[in-house]
């Protein structure tokens, strides 16, 4: 079983910055690509954006160029620095744990979820 638990979600006002994290315990982290998926009110959760094992990475249009995945697998952590925030980027924030080495866009693809951080961009 694998446990996965954000944090650093808050209110911002636009043009602002966070860094979110997720802790992952139980496994071992470096065996799973891993992605930041994100579901506003209404709306269904979409893809925000993955990274292999190895540290390739794949943005969402939605996001690229102002938020940037990566991972540190000696601390079992995945991150998302989110610059540029606007208020479309209002969700609340999940991450996501794969065991695969190629990393996928598509929900059904990932085995493991946490509970999500909200973030609330004011304009």
């Known amino acids: 079983q694998v446990h996965l638990a954000e944090a650093g979600g808050g209110l911002v006002q636009a043009g602002g910055s966070l860094r979110l994290s997720c802790a992952v315990s139980?496994?071992?982290?470096?065996?799973?690509?891993m992605g930041w998926f994100r579901q506003a009110p209404g709306k269904e959760r979409e893809f925000v954006a993955a990274i292999t094992r190895n540290g390739g990475t794949y943005h969402a249009d939605a996001v690229k160029g102002r938020f940037t995945i990566s991972r540190d697998n000696a601390k079992n952590t995945l991150y998302l620095q989110m610059n540029s925030l606007k208020p479309e980027d209002t969700a609340v924030y999940y991450c996501?744990?794969?065991?695969?080495?190629?990393?996928?866009?598509?929900?059904?693809?990932?085995?493991?979820w946490g509970q999500g951080t909200q973030v609330t961009v004011s304009s």
């Open positions: 996501a744990a794969d065991y695969s080495w190629s990393l996928s866009i598509t929900q059904h693809e990932y085995d493991y």
């Open positions: 139980g496994r071992t982290f470096s065996s799973y690509a």
